[in-house]
């Protein structure tokens, strides 16, 4: 199995753990760090729906506590709709992802688009004095 292929099937898998009970869309995201460390994190809703937290959020979370700081590659997975990340998940990603991170967006049967950070959030604001 391919390294995208493990990311892909990561992602698949925790989809299935997702909490949507209102919008039954359930998203699943995987996270590749630069020595192919896998995070994972599913969206987790709420009855107060703004409350809610998007799979990508749950997996940089994830990345975060495990004392990551890099991301540089990235699988999100929801069902049939082209699951790009929202706008405050592409701010989330962009924080920590490398130079070259490529997010791929997929649905059930496989990978069907295929975006550079750049794609997903030109002109992207960012501090350049952050500390790492
Ligand atoms: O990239 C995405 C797009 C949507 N969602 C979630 C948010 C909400 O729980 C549900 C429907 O928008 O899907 C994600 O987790 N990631
Ligand atoms: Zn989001």
């Known amino acids: 199995m391919s390294d995208l292929d493990a990311?892909?099937?990561a992602a698949r898998a925790v989809?299935?753990?997702a909490y949507?009970?209102?919008s039954n869309f359930l998203v699943g995201a995987a996270l590749r760090t630069?020595?192919?460390t896998i995070f994972t994190g599913c969206n987790v809703e709420n009855a107060s729906y703004p409350v809610s937290v998007c799979a990508e959020g749950g997996a940089v979370g994830a990345l975060i506590a495990a004392g990551y700081?890099?991301?540089?590659?990235?699988?999100?997975?929801?069902d049939a709709a082209l699951c790009t990340p929202?706008?405050?998940c592409r701010q989330r990603?962009?924080?920590f992802g490398t130079e070259h991170l490529v997010v791929h967006v997929a649905d059930l049967s496989g990978i069907r688009r295929s975006f550079t950070m750049d794609e997903l959030l030109p002109a992207a604001f960012e501090l350049e004095d952050k500390k790492d």
Do not use: N, S, T
């Open 20 to 22: 949507a009970p209102y």
């Open 34 to 36: 630069p020595d192919g």
């Open 7 to 9: 990311l892909f099937e």
């Open 93 to 95: 990603l962009k924080e």
């Open 86 to 88: 929202c706008g405050m």
């Open 69 to 78: 700081r890099q991301i540089a590659e990235a699988v999100v997975v929801g």
């Open 15 to 17: 989809r299935e753990k």
